[in-house]
């Protein structure tokens, strides 16, 4: 028989990592009355990583006086996140896989976690807002992570609670000092910002190919101008690492080719993009054609566009260019702080 949910305010699952902001999180929800419990979920295989996480969120549950659920999603997290980031450098894209883990399994498998033991909403320690139809960017500008949740499904804005949303960090950091059997946690360092990455992203590549294949350096013509040390080593817009024969200018990285493990190379100028195409596209309300700004990075300035949609996805013209538009990276749309979704560059 299912538990009976005696809160007025209903049952939370809430993501409890053990670090600072879902520990918060979950003090704050119970405060407002909400019947708390927590699960922490293993999602790699990282030597040490969970004994010690989970076991600070286990100090968190105890002194909440509530459960909190171990749960591994391990195979889901490799077969949807892990494995679709290899294979997106392999394949010469930028691939970003905290959006496919927001919507995949902290609000896909973490949600289905939730209907298993009767919680109506989930929430976690992301910095946004969500009024139950649309997210929007937190107050928090340095800490928003409102980008990498434009590819949750809308089914399930309704029930999910963010209240960091109208928090900032340093505030978030001072409320966990004051709790005496809490305080290390203001204090322990910041999460990596992709989990299973401990240094740099071709760390984790080497695991599975050589990288370290030469290859050729191209012109925009087509010419061979240089070498590079192999294409996995390389992102749009990078400029070191590979060689010009006879350059006066920096040159940047325009395009990867994988295929034939080549890169080509310009001069600025030449990174500068005005319009691209969008797929798998993922929106909160339903549009047609429609003026918005758009970020193509996380750590970019929204761009003012005009979207139009069609059968493939959408096709984007900017009102002023960027530079370093990266295939495979997530392009976000707003409307002033409102997220109205996103989709991949393509």
Not at 280 to 289: D, R
């Amino acid at each position: 028989m299912s538990k009976v949910n005696t809160s007025k305010k209903g049952k939370v699952l809430v993501g409890m990592s053990g670090g600072v902001d879902s520990t918060v999180t979950a003090i704050l929800l119970q405060k407002e009355g909400y019947e708390v419990e927590g699960v922490y979920m293993k999602l790699h295989h990282k030597p040490g990583y969970h004994e010690s996480n989970f076991t600070k969120a286990q100090r968190v549950a105890e002194y909440l006086g509530v459960k909190v659920h171990f749960h591994d999603l391990s195979s889901e997290f490799k077969d949807v996140v892990y494995d679709y980031f290899v294979e997106g450098y392999k394949e010469g894209l930028t691939p970003n896989p905290c959006v496919m883990c927001n919507r995949n399994i902290k609000f896909g498998k973490m949600v289905d976690f939730a209907d298993s033991i009767d919680a109506d909403f989930v929430a976690t320690g992301h910095y946004i807002k969500c009024d139950g139809e649309f997210i929007y960017a937190a107050e928090d500008e340095n800490k928003d992570q409102s980008y990498f949740l434009c590819e949750v499904k809308k089914e399930v804005l309704p029930r999910l609670i963010f209240p960091l949303g109208t928090w900032v960090k340093p505030d978030v950091k001072a409320f966990a000092a004051n709790i005496e059997v809490l305080k290390d946690f203001a204090t322990q360092a910041e999460s990596s910002e992709i989990c299973f990455v401990e240094n740099t992203y071709d760390e984790v590549l080497a695991k599975h190919m050589d990288i370290n294949v030469p290859g050729e350096v191209l012109d925009t013509e087509g010419k061979v101008v240089g070498e590079h040390k192999g294409y996995m080593h390389y992102t749009i817009g990078k400029r070191r690492g590979f060689t010009v024969d006879g350059a006066h200018d920096p040159h940047f990285v325009l395009e990867i080719k994988p295929d034939t493990n080549q890169i080509v190379v310009g001069t600025k100028e030449k990174l500068e993009a005005n319009t691209f195409e969008v797929k798998h596209l993922n929106l909160f309300k339903e549009l047609t054609e429609f003026d918005c700004t758009v970020k193509v990075r996380y750590r970019t300035s929204a761009v003012p566009c005009h979207v139009k949609i069609d059968e493939n996805g959408a096709s984007v013209v900017l009102k002023e260019p960027v530079f370093g538009l990266a295939k495979g990276q997530i392009a976000a749309f707003y409307d002033g702080p409102k997220l109205l979704g996103g989709g991949v560059i393509c």
